[in-house]
């Protein structure tokens, strides 16, 4: 089974400031099967990056994905005071059970 | 527009049974998996499972298997998600929600709050 570790939990930051958002397979999988998503309370999560990379539409610009080896990253650019909510990575592994699974979460506070 | 709306749950007894329902529209709800994600008070998010409306193959998380039902009518774009008995341990916050080619969640229900309790 494929272990993902989203870090940190907590990030305090000030608006304006880059934040930067790790997530960590414990083996090599695709990029295409590891995706961010953004949960505002009391809301439903929203995609922000699919296949590690590509911006969902609607999402700004200021949202990136990137990977390198088992370390994949969210990147919020110059944060705004609406960017400050939880952060889920996700990542499916058919080739084990459960199919999906999803970090523990980062909370994203104002500093 | 890909929209799922959400209906059901409420408060319940242990032991009652109850149906929470996905109604789909704007894509072709056959050919898309949708998926149930849980999310207890305050913790983080948990895949249950995912039915393929197109011959209604359904995969559970293991954790859940045998816990609840995932069903699918294709007639009406509807899913479901059945508990025949309730445990306190079911209290969350249920979404449903599209899968895009197998692997990302890409549209999501409003949410459906299960309160269980004597």
């Known amino acids: 089974e494929t272990v993902l570790t989203q870090s940190p939990g907590t990030l305090s930051l000030s608006p304006g400031e880059r934040a930067t958002l790790s997530c960590r397979t414990s083996e090599i999988v695709a990029g295409t099967f590891v995706s961010w998503y953004q949960q505002k309370p009391g809301q439903a999560p929203r995609l922000l990056i699919s296949?590690?990379?590509n911006r969902a539409t609607g999402i700004p610009e200021r949202f990136s994905g990137s990977v390198s080896g088992t370390d994949f990253t969210l990147s919020i650019s110059k944060l705004e005071p609406e960017d400050f909510v939880m952060y889920y990575c996700h990542l499916y592994d058919a080739s084990t059970s459960p199919l999906y699974t999803f970090g523990q979460g980062t909370n994203l506070e104002i500093k | 527009e890909v929209q799922l709306v959400q209906s059901g749950g409420g408060v319940k007894k242990p032991g009652q049974s109850l149906s929470v329902s996905c109604e789909t529209s704007?894509?072709?709800?056959?050919?898309?998996?949708v998926a149930w994600v849980r999310q207890k008070p305050g913790k983080g998010l948990e895949w249950m499972g995912s039915?393929?409306?197109?011959?209604?193959?359904?995969v559970y998380n293991p954790s859940f298997e045998g816990q609840v039902v995932i069903s699918a009518d294709r007639s009406i774009s509807t899913a479901y998600l059945t508990w025949s008995s309730l445990k306190a341990s079911d209290n969350g916050m249920y979404f449903c929600?599209?899968?895009?080619?197998?692997?990302?969640?890409?549209?999501w229900g409003q949410g459906t709050p299960v309160i269980v309790s004597s």
């Open positions: 929600v599209r899968v895009e080619r197998f692997n990302w969640f890409d549209s």
């Open positions: 296949a590690a990379t």
């Open positions: 704007g894509y072709t709800f056959s050919e898309y998996f």
């Open positions: 039915v393929l409306p197109r011959d209604s193959y359904v």
